[in-house]
């Protein structure tokens, strides 16, 4: 698919609906840049197709707003199925350590 400046698609279809990953492409606060680091390589590996919708682009600036809505929480980055709010990067990063590849896939579908 064709990629765009604020959002892009990889790999494979894991369910119904889409994996939104909510994040910033600012370094400027260290955990949310770590944290995405972490969690696009642990996606990518299991080969998650996930769609990135960077909240601090000007053509996006209403996206944080409603990710806070759906979510209850400000941190970055932020997981969703839809619009259901699976977590931040540390719930992935748990289910993944708990229960591997298969339970961070279920979690996504």
């Known amino acids: 698919s064709p990629q765009t400046a604020s959002s892009y698609s990889r790999f494979c279809f894991v369910g119904t609906m889409s994996v939104e990953i909510y994040m910033t492409g600012s370094e400027a606060i ?6 995405w680091g972490r969690l696009s390589k642990m996606l990518d ?7 990135i919708i960077d909240v601090n682009r000007t053509e996006n600036e209403t996206k944080r707003a409603e990710m806070m809505e759906m979510s209850g929480e400000d941190a970055l980055p932020q997981v969703f199925v839809g619009t259901k709010f ?24």
């Open 45 to 51: 590996a299991y080969k998650i197709e996930y769609n």
């Open 30 to 35: 260290r955990k949310y840049a770590d944290d």
């Open 86 to 109: 699976v977590g931040l990067y540390d719930t992935i990063a748990d289910i993944n350590e708990e229960e591997g590849k298969d339970g961070v896939i279920a979690a996504l579908k």
